[in-house]
């Protein structure tokens, strides 16, 4: 075979031409030379599967039926078939940079006792590297992957190189252990699983791109990581592991859930997530942590708070290396931060700040009345708009901020069907919970009232007693609406209390019963409480014959009944001053007739009362 013009193959020692270029017999003599553990150098030959076989079958091994190589160059080397190097041993570099291997290849089970180099490869078929042992540093940066990668429960002791590889496939290292530092910055994947690998040194992920799911389920990161400006396409899951000493993650953009469920932080963290969902189902923090969000519904269910932990609303893009950090995965999000359950969680140990609550679930929770809630915090209203009530009168529901317990029970006990776009599609409807409309997951007005008063005292505590008020009225409604824990008594002094004031909470309605009260005190005071006119004194007496002392009676008429025109202004004035000095619990001093003085003690009665409650009301919203 002559050597054709432009062959980039290293000539073998002793002759003119690359190894597949040489003649058949010089090949068959340079191929019977080899021995087991002997340094080979064929950078940039190209070969086929018949000439790749033979030279493995030369450095065949009998001690262990498998190819061992000493040094092995075979850089720019192109392997046109499919190229096994599986169970092979290599005890010096094995250099394969910018090699191109157009078939399959296989390193499974393969020792690198030396560094490896694959930096540049391109591997256009499937390769595997399952159990392959790397004693040096492994180097495959900007190598392309264009058919899937197993690296299961690969080993490397030292250094692992992937910066700026490209794995078009899926990229499996799940059960590897990192002895050394990772690097995968700037990579580039389709699906990725890293499931119980073990990164013993530090580990860099920085501006790494997912396009597909990844997995980090059960991994452990011993050492510094690092996902300054990570790009995830797909779900990313690290259920379950675990971070010894990592104090920022972040920041990420997630195009759907970020899930660290069951994930420990042994240390202070801050973590910096920009995503669809976050989920952190039983996440344990043994210290504090700062877990900043956009555009996130997040669930922290039955979270392990060992320390305070603070979760906020970012109000601007993060920030790594200088740059803000490109969002265009979440163009259709908006920038609302909701938190949907804090169910079996220790609230004393959380801070929120700047989050929608407006779906989320506090039954469950611990300590509720020790959360700390800062910045602006929104909770669900109450419907807008005119509703029929009992299917007879149509009301409207005073605007309060309610919990979304009380949001469920109401659409449970109102019949109303479940969303299709959730909890709160429409703002004329109670939104309806997960579970709907089964009231076995449905809460009760009594562990609604519960969750009220806890949560007042929270708001109370925080010195803020005009947010209280809306939670002070929430547990009154759920106290007047508990058919069985409260007695039929109390649910009517309660159904009074909150038909006079709101339960002293709405100014407006107990000062509207006031001008009611006081319009109805003056036409009775018209109508039947003034006489016509005043009654007249008489003075009677008896004068002693002979002179003296004279004692006089004086004698007073009864008021008379009014006749005639009972409604004019001398009337309504007089009416006014009684009605006046009622509200404030003083007598007029007017003549009243019988009627009208039971008129006057009722309005002494109830009108300084409606007055009281209206003050109170106002009170409420004002104080500090």
Same mark, same amino acid.
Request: glycine share 10%; with cysteine.
């Given at each position: 075979?002559?050597?054709?013009?432009?062959?980039?193959?290293?000539?073998?020692?002793?002759?003119?031409?690359?190894?597949? $270029?040489?003649?058949?017999?010089?090949?068959?003599?340079?191929?019977?030379?080899?021995?087991?553990?002997?340094?080979?150098? $064929?950078?940039?030959?190209?070969?086929?599967?018949?000439?790749?076989?033979?030279?493995?079958?030369?450095? $065949?091994?009998?001690?262990? #039926?498998?190819?061992?190589? =000493?040094?092995?160059?075979?850089?720019?080397?192109?392997?046109?078939?499919?190229?096994?190097?599986?169970?092979?041993?290599?005890?010096?570099?094995?250099?394969?940079?910018?090699?191109?291997?157009?078939?399959?290849? #296989?390193?499974?089970?393969?020792?690198?006792?030396?560094?490896?180099?694959?930096?540049?490869?391109?591997?256009?078929?499937?390769?595997?590297?399952?159990?392959?042992?790397?004693?040096?540093?492994?180097?495959?940066?900007?190598?392309?992957?264009?058919?899937?990668?197993?690296?299961?429960?690969?080993?490397?002791?030292?250094?692992?190189?992937?910066?700026?590889?490209?794995?078009?496939?899926?990229?499996?290292?799940?059960?590897?252990?990192?002895?050394?530092?990772?690097?995968?910055?700037?990579?580039?994947?389709?699906?990725?699983?890293?499931?119980?690998?073990?990164?013993?040194?530090?580990?860099?992920?920085?501006?790494?791109?997912?396009?597909?799911?990844?997995?980090?389920?059960?991994?452990?990161?011993?050492?510094?990581?690092?996902?300054?400006?990570?790009?995830?396409?797909?779900?990313?899951?690290?259920?379950?592991?675990?971070?010894?000493?990592?104090?920022?993650?972040?920041?990420?953009?997630?195009?759907?859930?970020?899930?660290?469920?069951?994930?420990?932080?042994?240390?202070?963290?801050?973590?910096?997530?920009?995503?669809?969902?976050?989920?952190?189902?039983?996440?344990?923090?043994?210290?504090?942590?700062?877990?900043?969000?956009?555009?996130?519904?997040?669930?922290?269910?039955?979270?392990?708070?060992?320390?305070?932990?603070?979760?906020?609303?970012?109000?601007?893009?993060?920030?790594?290396?200088?740059?803000?950090?490109?969002?265009?995965?979440?163009?259709?999000?908006?920038?609302?931060?909701?938190?949907?359950?804090?169910?079996?969680?220790?609230?004393?140990?959380?801070?929120?700040?700047?989050?929608?609550?407006?779906?989320?679930?506090?039954?469950?929770?611990? $300590?509720?009345?020790?959360?700390?809630?800062?910045?602006?915090?929104?909770?669900?209203?109450?419907?807008?708009?005119?509703?029929?009530?009992?299917?007879?009168?149509?009301?409207?529901?005073?605007? @309060?901020?309610?919990?979304?317990?009380?949001?469920?029970?109401?659409?449970?006990?109102?019949?109303?069907?479940?969303?299709?776009?959730?909890?709160?599609?429409?703002?004329?409807?109670?939104?309806?919970?997960?579970?709907?409309?089964?009231?076995?997951?449905?809460?009760?007005?009594?562990?609604?009232?519960?969750?009220?008063?806890?949560?007042?005292?929270?708001?109370?505590?925080?010195?803020?007693?005009?947010?209280?008020?809306?939670?002070?009225?929430?547990?009154?409604?759920?106290?007047?609406?508990? @058919?069985?824990?409260?007695?039929?008594?109390?649910?009517?002094?309660?159904?009074?209390?909150?038909?006079?004031?709101?339960? =002293?909470?709405?100014?407006?309605?107990?000062?509207?019963?006031?001008?009611?009260?006081?319009?109805?005190?003056?036409?009775?005071?018209?109508?039947?409480?003034?006489?016509?006119?005043?009654?007249?004194?008489?003075?009677?007496?008896?004068?002693?014959?002979?002179?003296?002392?004279?004692?006089?009676?004086?004698?007073?008429?009864?008021?008379?009944?009014?006749?005639?025109?009972?409604?004019?202004?001398?009337?309504?004035?007089?009416?006014?001053?009684?009605?006046?000095?009622?509200?404030?619990?003083?007598?007029?001093?007017?003549?009243?007739?019988?009627?009208?003085?039971?008129?006057?003690?009722?309005? @002494?009665?109830?009108?300084?009362?409606?007055?009281?409650?209206?003050?109170?009301?106002?009170?409420?919203?004002?104080?500090?």
């Amino acid at each position: 075979m002559t050597d054709p013009v432009g062959c980039l193959g290293i000539h073998v020692p002793g002759h003119a031409a690359c190894l597949a $270029h040489l003649g058949e017999d010089d090949r068959a003599a340079y191929l019977a030379a080899l021995s087991p553990g002997a340094d080979i150098d $064929h950078r940039g030959t190209p070969f086929t599967g018949p000439l790749f076989y033979s030279l493995l079958r030369a450095l $065949h091994d009998p001690a262990t #039926g498998q190819p061992h190589f =000493g040094a092995a160059w075979f850089d720019r080397a192109h392997f046109s078939g499919d190229a096994w190097f599986a169970q092979a041993q290599f005890s010096g570099v094995a250099g394969f940079t910018h090699a191109h291997f157009s078939g399959d290849a #296989g390193f499974d089970h393969a020792q690198f006792l030396d560094a490896a180099r694959f930096e540049g490869a391109q591997f256009s078929g499937i390769v595997g590297f399952t159990h392959a042992q790397f004693s040096g540093d492994a180097r495959f940066d900007r190598a392309q992957f264009c058919g899937d990668a197993p690296f299961s429960q690969a080993l490397f002791s030292s250094t692992a190189g992937f910066g700026g590889a490209q794995f078009l496939g899926d990229a499996r290292f799940d059960g590897g252990q990192f002895s050394g530092d990772a690097w995968f910055t700037q990579a580039q994947f389709a699906g990725a699983w890293f499931d119980k690998t073990q990164f013993s040194g530090e580990t860099w992920f920085m501006r790494a791109q997912f396009s597909r799911t990844v997995r980090f389920v059960n991994a452990e990161f011993s050492g510094n990581t690092w996902f300054d400006g990570a790009q995830f396409a797909g779900i990313t899951r690290f259920t379950g592991a675990r971070f010894d000493v990592m104090s920022w993650f972040g920041p990420v953009v997630c195009a759907k859930e970020v899930d660290l469920s069951g994930v420990l932080f042994k240390v202070p963290v801050t973590l910096e997530i920009a995503a669809r969902e976050v989920r952190c189902l039983r996440t344990q923090w043994e210290s504090t942590a700062t877990l900043l969000l956009r555009h996130a519904r997040a669930d922290l269910s039955h979270t392990v708070l060992s320390f305070p932990v603070a979760v906020a609303a970012h109000p601007a893009p993060f920030v790594s290396g200088g740059r803000a950090v490109d969002e265009s995965l979440l163009a259709d999000c908006d920038n609302r931060v909701r938190v949907v359950s804090v169910s079996g969680a220790d609230a004393a140990n959380l801070v929120l700040t700047d989050i929608d609550l407006s779906d989320c679930m506090f039954s469950g929770a611990f $300590h509720l009345d020790q959360i700390r809630l800062e910045g602006r915090c929104i909770f669900a209203p109450t419907p807008t708009g005119l509703h029929r009530r009992h299917g007879i009168w149509r009301v409207w529901w005073t605007r @309060r901020r309610t919990l979304a317990e009380e949001h469920h029970w109401r659409a449970q006990t109102a019949g109303q069907p479940a969303s299709h776009h959730g909890g709160g599609a429409s703002s004329r409807h109670w939104r309806t919970g997960p579970h709907h409309p089964d009231p076995g997951f449905t809460p009760d007005p009594d562990d609604v009232a519960a969750l009220y008063r806890q949560m007042r005292k929270a708001f109370e505590d925080g010195k803020n007693e005009p947010g209280a008020a809306d939670f002070y009225y929430g547990e009154m409604e759920m106290r007047r609406h508990n @058919r069985t824990g409260t007695p039929f008594g109390e649910r009517a002094l309660l159904t009074a209390y909150w038909l006079l004031s709101g339960y =002293g909470m709405r100014a407006s309605r107990a000062l509207g019963w006031l001008a009611l009260a006081m319009m109805t005190t003056i036409l009775l005071m018209m109508g039947f409480g003034l006489p016509n006119e005043s009654p007249k004194q008489e003075a009677t007496g008896i004068v002693p014959p002979g002179g003296g002392k004279i004692t006089l009676q004086i004698d007073k008429d009864d008021p008379k009944n009014p006749t005639g025109n009972r409604f004019t202004g001398e009337r309504f004035e007089k009416a006014l001053n009684v009605t006046l000095n009622s509200v404030v619990f003083r007598s007029s001093g007017h003549d009243l007739t019988t009627a009208g003085t039971y008129v006057e003690m009722a309005s @002494r009665f109830s009108e300084p009362v409606l007055l009281g409650l209206g003050a109170l009301a106002i009170r409420g919203r004002v104080k500090r």
